[in-house]
């Protein structure tokens, strides 16, 4: 998000904040392909975690190391960009779905 215009944060339970300013050439591309126009709106995929806490690990550091930050930013990037979401099967006919997509 253009951190010159205005913005605000909301949410509907408890929740942590973890975030991180990055720029680049391809900083805008990213930020379109994220917002779509209509911001960005994350539904607490854990999977995200351990990518923040590596860019702040490898950040905190005397002698940082860029290119595991520039890792880390890339993953969380991925993450948030192509999100890994199953559609939500009903528990019955799981058994099938999964051996179908086991065998086809």
């Known amino acids: 998000m253009n ?3 205005p ?3 909301y949410v509907t339970g408890s929740t942590e904040l973890l975030w991180f300013h990055f720029s680049g050439g391809e ?3 990213y930020v379109r392909l994220l917002t779509g126009g209509t911001g960005i709106c994350f539904d607490g995929n854990h999977e995200i975690l351990p ?3 590596q860019i702040f690990y490898y950040g ?3 002698v940082y190391n860029e290119h595991r930050i520039s890792v880390g930013v890339q993953s969380v990037l991925c993450c948030l960009a192509a999100p890994d ?3 939500d099967i009903p528990e019955v006919i799981r058994p099938a ?3 179908i997509a086991e065998h086809f």
């Open 3 to 5: 951190c010159r215009l």
């Open 7 to 9: 913005h605000r944060y």
């Open 27 to 29: 900083s805008a591309a």
């Open 51 to 53: 990518y923040f806490e």
């Open 60 to 62: 905190d550091k005397q």
């Open 85 to 87: 979401t199953k559609p």
């Open 97 to 99: 779905v999964e051996y």
